[in-house]
C-alpha cells in the first residue's frame, strides 16, 4: 500500500465522530485510512453523499471479488460468525445476491408493508403504556427491543418465546462485522452457534407461517435454489439487521431530541407527523455509521485516487446523510425539512430489504412514546451506548416522569 498521509482513523474520533466527518467533507470528501480489519490492504473512506452513492452502485467495487481477494476472505471468514453471514445476502456479489434477495422482496415492498400500519401502532401503543405505568422504564429494553422482534416474529413467520435473549444473541453476533484490529471475538462467534441452533430447532419443530418469511425461503430450499445453510444464514442475517436499525436509531432520537428540545416540542404538541419526524430522524440518527468495505475487483480510479485490486472502499453512511451539499439541516436537526431520501438503508443492489418496514416501525414508536408517555424525560446521565464504532445506538435508554428529580 503507498504510504499516505493523515490517515483517517475510525477507532480513533471517539462517541462524537460527526465534527471529524464534517471536516473530511470540507477536504475533499475522502480520505486514506486504517483498513476496517487488519487482513485488508488499505482502505479509502469516502463522506460526501455524492462518493457514497457513487461507491455503493461502482459495478467495480464488490463484497467479495474473485482473484487475489479470495485469500483474504478465506482468512475473515474463518471465524463462525462471518462464515456463516458469508452465506446470507448481506456479503454476497451478484448474481448469488439476486438469487437470494429475489424470493423474498415481495412480501418486502412499500405497498405491502403499508398493511402492517394498524398492527405495529397497536402493538408499540400497548408496550409503551405497559412500560409507563411506573415512574421509570427502559425504552431499549422495555419498548424498542421487544416490539422490533415481535416485528421480526411476525414478518419470518416464526414464534420468538425470548425476544430478549434473541436480540442480545444478535447484537453480540454483529460485533463481528464491527471495525476491528484484531481477530472476530469469541464471543461474538459464540453467539453466532446460539443463535444458529436456535433457528436450526425452528426449522425442525415446523413452528413456521405459511406466510412468513421462512416459509418462502424453505420453498427456496426445495426447489433446489437454495441450501439448508442459505435459510439458516439469511433467518440470523435479519434477525440482527431487522432489529438494529429501529432500535438504534431510536435510542440516538431519544438523545437529538434531549439536545434539540424545540424539535421535542414539535413531536409533543403533535405539530409534525410521526413519518415525517421519523424521516428526519433516520437522516441525523443513522444507525449504522459505515457501510461494509467494498472491495476493488480490479485496479481503478474513484475520488481521484487510484484504488489497487483487493483494497477496499469505506462509504461513511453517517456522514454523507450530514451533507449540507444535500440536506439543508446538515449536523442540525429539522423535523420539518421534509428530508430527500437518505442513504440510511444504503443505494444500489445492496439497499435495505426492510426499509419500508423500518420506517414504519420508527414511526410507531415515536407516536406511542409521546402519547402514552407524553412529558416523560431521558436520563440523559444513566444512558449506555453500545461499544461499537460501525453501529451507532444506545444498549439502555432510562425514562422518567416529569416530576422525578
Keep these: ?65 474473485p482473484g487475489a481477494y479470495q485469500q483474504v476472505r478465506q482468512k475473515i471468514t474463518s471465524s463462525d460468525a462471518l462464515g456463516l453471514l458469508t452465506r446470507s445476502m448481506l456479503l454476497s456479489d451478484p448474481p448469488r445476491h439476486l438469487q437470494l434477495r429475489r424470493p423474498l422482496s415481495g412480501q418486502m415492498t412499500g405497498s405491502a408493508s403499508h398493511g402492517m400500519i394498524a398492527d405495529l401502532r397497536r402493538d408499540a401503543l400497548a408496550l409503551a403504556r405497559a412500560a409507563a405505568t411506573g415512574r421509570r422504564f427502559d425504552a431499549i429494553r422495555e419498548l424498542a427491543i421487544p416490539f422490533s422482534v ?7 413467520g416464526i414464534d420468538i418465546e425470548d425476544p430478549s435473549r434473541v436480540a442480545d444473541l444478535a447484537q453480540r453476533m454483529a460485533d463481528a462485522l464491527d471495525i476491528r484490529t484484531a481477530q472476530v471475538s469469541e464471543d461474538a462467534n459464540e453467539a453466532c452457534r446460539e443463535l444458529s441452533e436456535w433457528v436450526n430447532h425452528i426449522l425442525q419443530t415446523g413452528r413456521i407461517s405459511s406466510g412468513g418469511l421462512v416459509a418462502r425461503m424453505l420453498s427456496e430450499a426445495e426447489l433446489g ?6 435459510v439458516v ?4 442475517f435479519l434477525l440482527f439487521a431487522g432489529q438494529a436499525t429501529v432500535v438504534d436509531t431510536f435510542g440516538n432520537a431519544l438523545l437529538a431530541l434531549s439536545a434539540f428540545r424545540e424539535q421535542l416540542e414539535l413531536l409533543e404538541s403533535q405539530t409534525v407527523s410521526w413519518q415525517a419526524a421519523a424521516e428526519e430522524l433516520l437522516r441525523y440518527c443513522a444507525p449504522v455509521h459505515y457501510a461494509g468495505a467494498r472491495i476493488a475487483a480490479e485496479g481503478l480510479q474513484f475520488a481521484g ?15 454523507a446523510n450530514r451533507d449540507e451539499a444535500v440536506f439543508l439541516a446538515g449536523d442540525s436537526l429539522d423535523l420539518r425539512s421534509r428530508v430527500p431520501s437518505t442513504l440510511t438503508f444504503g443505494t444500489g443492489l445492496h439497499i435495505c430489504l426492510g426499509q419500508h418496514v423500518a420506517r414504519l416501525e420508527l414511526a410507531a414508536l415515536l407516536e406511542a412514546l409521546f402519547t402514552a408517555a407524553k412529558g416523560w424525560r431521558l436520563d440523559l446521565e444513566a444512558c449506555v451506548r453500545r461499544p461499537s464504532v460501525l453501529l451507532f445506538g444506545l444498549k439502555s435508554a432510562p425514562m422518567s416522569a416529569r416530576s422525578d428529580p
Excluded: C
Aim: aromatic letters at 10%; a negative charge.
Design 150 to 156: 415481535g416485528v421480526l416474529a411476525n414478518i419470518l
Design 305 to 319: 485516487q487510484f484504488i489497487e485490486a483487493g483494497q477496499a472502499v469505506v462509504p461513511v453512511l453517517a456522514s
Design 1 to 65: 500500500m503507498t504510504e499516505h498521509r493523515d490517515l483517517f482513523d475510525p477507532l480513533a474520533i471517539g462517541n462524537d465522530p460527526f465534527p471529524a466527518f464534517a471536516s473530511r467533507r470540507k477536504a475533499g470528501g475522502s480520505a486514506w485510512g486504517r483498513p476496517p480489519y487488519p487482513e485488508l490492504n488499505g482502505a479509502l473512506y469516502v463522506f460526501s453523499h455524492k462518493l457514497v452513492s457513487e461507491a455503493l452502485k461502482h459495478p467495480l467495487l464488490l463484497q467479495a471479488p
Design 225 to 230: 435454489k437454495w441450501e439448508r445453510d442459505d
Design 233 to 236: 444464514a439469511n433467518v440470523v
